[in-house]
Antibody, heavy 120, light 110 residues
């Protein structure tokens, strides 16, 4: 069974940093591309970042480029999102999302999310 | 600014049929934008329904279908069930390295 479990969320002050992790199981993590998606309270979904299976290709949404860094540790089946210079508008539930396998464009499995609250 | 537009809300009667659409500010939605559709119920993570415009996931109920219609991506629910009440989001790929979600449609079954 595919499982994605996010951790590392919490309360942080504006300007602070937070590191989210996503632990993957039930599939060969090293062969799948991955994404981070967030959802502000009561709002829609926002795609944030993509990383290829090897980690060599990375994309970001403009809203987080230069502040957030995606990475992965295939040996530990782990996806990471390092968030710096956090703002109140970064308050959201952050989801780890798996890409479809191969050259198919789409997402399939989602984690349950990690809540990040940016407030003083 | 790149914007993906969905109907904010729709209401359908049980057993009825409803079509949700997904429009792109850059022009007509084509298969090259690889439309995806997701369902989200309150308090739950989104669940994938379709990818590549009309390809369903193994768990997607047969009463759901997806297509390209009139320059938009479309999600049609036929024989709507009470449990289909949810938020529905589309996702488009563009620019070679970007993905963008629509604002979502809140579907009420009444």
């Amino acid at each position: 069974e595919v499982q994605l479990v996010e951790s590392g969320g919490g309360l942080v002050q504006p300007g602070g940093s937070l590191r989210l992790a996503c632990s993957a199981s039930g599939f060969t993590f090293s062969t799948y591309e991955m994404n981070w998606v967030r959802q502000a309270p009561g709002k829609g979904l926002e795609w944030l970042s993509y990383i290829s299976s090897s980690g060599n290709t990375i994309y970001y949404a403009d809203s987080v480029k230069g502040r957030f860094t995606i990475s992965r540790d295939n040996a530990k089946n782990s996806l990471i999102l390092q968030m710096n210079s956090l703002r109140a508008e970064d308050t959201a539930l952050y989801y780890c999302v798996r890409d479809l396998f191969g050259y198919t464009y789409g997402f399939d499995y989602w984690g349950q999310g990690a809540l990040v609250t940016v407030s003083s | 600014q790149t914007v993906v537009t969905q109907e904010p809300s729709l209401t359908v009667s049980p057993g009825g049929t409803v079509t949700l659409t997904c429009a792109f500010s850059n022009g007509a939605v084509t298969s090259g934008y690889h439309p995806n559709w997701f369902q989200q119920k309150p308090g739950q993570a989104p669940r994938a329904l379709f990818y590549s415009a009309s390809s369903r996931h193994p768990w997607t109920p047969a009463r759901f279908s997806a297509s390209l219609l009139g320059g938009k991506a479309a999600l049609t629910l036929s024989g709507v069930q009470p449990e289909d009440e949810a938020d529905y989001f589309c996702l488009l790929y563009y620019g070679g390295n970007q993905r963008v979600f629509g604002g979502g449609t809140k579907l009420t079954v009444l």
